[in-house]
């Protein structure tokens, strides 16, 4: 016997559920490995610690991590090991310091896209929390040397939640990070999102288009996602028929049929696409463009008399275009195809029950010049901090929005393959900077945070 074959054999040999003669082969193995030996004896103790992480306390406490991830409004749950234990810093036994000390696990909550330290736990719980969270997500809990995904549903307060996991090995132990899905999410208008008046205009001339490809550009986790369905939610009626392309479905939209990437089936983005062109399609949304081909492929399907909507990773609307051209390989077809891009972040609106009205600091006025608004108004929203929020002064989050229409200009460099990035910033007005300085005008959201989230430096 192998060691690759005995490897695959050791968790059912230490359930005691393999047949004799197998049993009896790979005890014969191991008594002549060391490194099986090893690995057999790593079995033996995570099947206790299976164990372990359905009893009591274990379970409970990770019910309780989740619960609470959801009164907190959070995005996303991040279980890390931490250092190793820090010896007290002096002889005189500081209760803080020591308790610090024999603490290696951090559980920390994004909130309003922010990550908050919530918990710290002893190093002895990490691995059993590891090993349940696996379990409940249907990973394989005695596979530690590679990264793992799998989903979790959970129904809290008459609500159903999905949980997708992530878990990847760390040299302190597995790292679990949970995203949080409210599946009774309610579905934003468009008029919802913070688009101004002009933005919003832009969006509705493109969507009405009879056919061509829009962009929605944005970070991840910058509300991309819910744009994208905002539009399709808006565009949804009895005459038009509409397909998406999803990894996964995040949110089920009446009226619209949705699909899964199943890589290990054979399908991936461009496969399916390639499917829903025989299901005769008026609007398509294809929720990533991993590669030259899908690039490629969307620019044909637009062009072939269906609207296409297309989310991809970008800073800004100008990043996310540039990025998508140098995707692309046919200039022409791309040139024709394209409407418009929408780039779009999120930044923390202030707290309704704390914000108060104050003068403009230095900063806040240095920051609407560069938003270009050249006259600061007498007072705007500062942040304080008070139980609802936490103590950080923002509660929630809105988007922040720059939307380009192709001209002719633009479309004629992008089919001669010299457009630059350059070129697409110069024909975007008002620019995402502008918008966000509006929104410290009006109250919505605080120079300091605009400038955390919207800054020229942090979108180029």
């Known amino acids: 016997m192998e060691c690759k074959e005995c490897y695959g054999l050791l968790v059912a040999y230490v359930k005691g559920e393999l047949p004799e003669p197998d049993a009896k082969l ?51 749950i991040h279980i890390e090991p931490d250092a190793e234990p820090k010896p007290p810093t002096d002889n005189l036994g500081d209760p803080f310091l020591d308790a610090e000390a024999n603490t290696s ?48 549903h959970i129904r809290h307060a008459k609500r159903d939640y999905d949980l997708r996991a992530q878990t990847v090995p760390t040299t ?30 832009r969006v509705q001339e493109a969507s009405v288009r009879p056919y061509g490809l829009f962009l929605i550009a944005g970070p991840a986790g910058g509300g991309r996602t819910t744009f994208a369905y905002s539009m399709l939610s808006a565009l949804t009626r009895p005459a038009i028929s509409i397909l998406t392309i999803e990894d996964p479905v ?35 949304l294809c929720a990533d463009v991993p590669d030259t081909t899908v690039a490629n492929l969307l620019g044909h399907i637009a062009v072939t008399g269906h609207l296409v909507l297309a989310p991809v990773i970008g800073n800004d609307a100008a ?40 003068d403009p600091s230095a900063a806040d006025v240095e920051f609407l ?39 002719e200009e633009l479309r004629e460099k992008i ?26 005008i009006a109250g919505i959201t605080t120079a300091e945070e605009a400038e955390r989230v919207a800054s020229a430096a942090s979108i180029g």
Request: hydrophobic share 40%.
């Open 26 to 76: 790979v005890e014969q193995h191991i008594a002549g490995c060391e490194s099986c030996q090893w690995n057999e004896q790593a079995a033996r103790r995570m099947l206790e610690e299976m164990r372990e992480a359905e009893g009591g306390p274990i379970k409970s406490f990770a019910r309780t991590i989740i619960e609470r991830a959801i009164q907190e409004r959070a995005s996303d």
């Open 105 to 152: 696990v951090r559980i920390r909550f994004r909130i309003d896209g922010v990550l908050h330290d919530i918990f710290r736990l002893p190093r002895y719980v990490c691995s059993p929390l590891a090993t349940h969270f696996m379990v409940l997500s249907e990973m394989n809990p005695f596979e530690r040397r590679i990264p793992q995904s799998g989903r979790i």
């Open 172 to 201: 302190r132990g597995m790292r679990v990070v949970l995203r949080i899905f409210d599946k009774s999410f309610v579905l934003l208008d468009l008029g919802q999102l913070g688009l101004s008046e002009t933005n919003l205009a």
């Open 250 to 284: 995040e949110v089920q939209l009446p009226g619209v049929s949705q699909t899964h990437v199943n890589r290990k089936a054979g399908m991936d983005y461009a496969e399916a696409l390639k499917a829903m062109m025989r299901q005769d399609p008026d609007i398509i």
């Open 319 to 358: 990043d996310g275009l540039k990025r998508f051209l140098d995707l692309t390989t046919e200039p022409l077809t791309t040139g024709k195809a394209l409407i418009g891009v929408a780039g779009m972040r999120l930044v923390r609106k202030v707290c309704g029950d704390c914000a108060q009205d104050a």
């Open 369 to 407: 010049r560069r938003a270009g608004i050249e006259e600061a108004p007498a007072k705007l929203k500062r942040n304080v901090g008070c139980g609802t929020c936490r103590q950080t002064g923002y509660r929630g989050r809105i988007g922040i929005h720059e939307v380009l229409l192709i001209d």
């Open 415 to 440: 089919r001669q393959s010299r457009v630059e990035e350059t070129d697409i910033r110069a024909a975007i007005s008002p620019s995402m900077l502008r918008d966000a300085g509006e929104k410290v």
